[in-house]
């Protein structure tokens, strides 16, 4: 045998061996042929280093949300401060506010796409109230015992520009695309403002020496309404004012507040200690509903101004729920009711607990131009859902 | 002679003692519109629209046995309240007044008249108080004890005037305050003091100076109340309460101790806070007293949190509470 052959190939085994080792080490096992050579460099692939950026006017889909299965959807995980319906040419969509960050996003209601409109941030946003056009908002921040309002436009840029309202302002609502509606309170004065986010002029509507005020006013209303503050406690009044001056519209009563359209002021209020709701028209006749129709939980139908679309809860008996309600200490589990002012019934639609397996406590509850579909926000989590009027 | 001047004296004091007997009797038979004699009493006072009105017939200072009494509602006859002393019907609404006239027949013939008008006046009186409560509350705040209500008086007559357009007189506890009588002053503001309920009353006057109406309420006092609500740095403060089935994720949890209808002076009075975890006082580092941020140690447990909140130049104004987290 020739040594020196032996002793060659032993090196070349050797050696072998400790680069399998040293490439082991450092790449571990690799998962198919192919990867031992890209590894090693032998790249036989064509693909360019230089990464292209996406055109920054495209907007960028995040998610895709489920709009199709179901009659009762829940549209987003993220909590919502508030929405609404948007009709385009060839679409239909429901725009929103994120809740804590001011993002704006869309949601197209036919693909499921959601598409971010607004990353300017408004931290804080607890409530937003949007224009008949979808595109001036009214974004509020809750900080402790007052409120900051930024009223702005989207933009170009996925972004929104605009204004900080006077501080305190509340009340919002748009008389246009373009006015802004808001009450100031001092000193127990409450003065409300029309606010051009435009041309930025600024003109007094009203003045009320009483600070606990609700007001109803823009969003096609032919009035502005004045109502105190429901507490079980104490009674309660509701006004219209013209030229500053005030016209009582209906009854007093313990534990007062109410809805309002053209057609009907829809009450709630303490009787025999307990909550209950009678429907006033505008000729002055009463009905008695027989759910609970808290402004916060119902809306007038599209087409039909004597029905009422509610969520109510069917347990309201307590004396002091809508004020528990208010502060968060009991959660309403509600159902989806229509309400038939004329007939004073009321129809059980759907049970939002069997349908969606959870609780749901309605609060911001809207409905489209078409009147084919309910959105509303759940109290509990501040997500955004969605009701199919269509589907059976 | 002295006995002629004594007779024609006597007959003198007789004539006319005689004379001022008829001519008073026939003043209290004749031209009797809600004068002397008989007036309608209404009850009350000052209806509200659409309020009930029981009219009296108040005509004890004559003799009426035997008399026949007729009503008469706008000149109507109200022919089923025929001979009663009282007829009840109710206010029209604002602007609207009602002629109640009432007949009475005596039975030698002789009629007595009286009417009144009624003339709604609504006055609602909004009460509040300058207490506190989070700003997403969309209830009333309402007075407690120790804390400042005003009440305010909206009336409203038969012609549109703006509230400052009438004077006011108003009373908290039976005492007149402001001194009297003020035009335009149709809100008032005073502490509540000790107590449950507070009656406040108030007359109102036009600017002729005619009383119009009054209108008295009582006041409650609620005891203010204490909660505590999660906070996100980013979110905000969550507006669910958290009870004692709250359970906190995470490595640590931030809390708010929210009093609600404390007055609004707590505020600015540098107010006596605690914390106490597990009834030992805690140090708080946040900037914000009635804000605190919690850690867990360990995998799970529980522990009461107590927040105690007090306006030291109020006694009175103050609220503490307690609520058990668990993780």
Redesign the interface.
Known sequence: MNRPLIITAGIVILLLVLGLWVYLMLFGTPDDSGEVFSNLGFELSTQPVTITPPDPTTPLPETTVDTQNGQLRQLTTRPVAGSTFITHASSSGIRYVERGTGHVYEIDLDTGIETPLSRTTIPQTTEATFSPNGRTIALTAHTQYTTSVFVGEIGEEVNIEGIRLQPGAKNISFATNEDVLYTVTQNGTTEGYRHNIHTLNQSKQFSFNYANVDVAWGEGLQKTYLATKPSHDLEGYIYSTANDILTPETFSAYGLSALFSNDFIVTTYTQDNQYTSTAVSAAGEYYNLPILSLKEKCIFDTFAPNYLWCTAPADTSSPTFVEDWYKGKLTAVDDLWLVDIADSSATLYADFTELSGRTVDVKRIDIDQNGSALSFINKLDHTLWLYDLTTE | MLLVMRRTALFLICFLFCATSATTALAQFTGLSGGTGSNLVLSPRFPEPGEAVRVSLNDYSINTNGATIQWFVDGTEVTNAANERTLTIRAKGLGNTTEIAARTTLPNGVQLHTKATIDPV?V?????A?T?A?????????PTVGSVV?V?A?P?TDT?K??TAFAYTWKVKGKVVGGGSRFGK??I?FNSGFGKNIPVAVDIYDSAGKHIASES?IV?L?EP?L?F?EM?P????????M?DTYVFIGNEVHVRAEP?FLDTSL?SSNPHVEWKLNNRSIENASS?PQEITLRKEGDRGSFNLEFHIRNLQQLLQGVEDSVTISF
């Open positions: 609504r609602d009186m909004l009460i509040e300058d506190i989070p700003s997403f509350y969309k209830g009333r705040t309402i005003q305010t909206l409203f549109a703006a509230p149709n809100a503001s309420i409650p609620a109340e909660h609500y996100n980013l979110r905000g403060m969550s507006e669910r309460v009870d609600y505020l914000d």
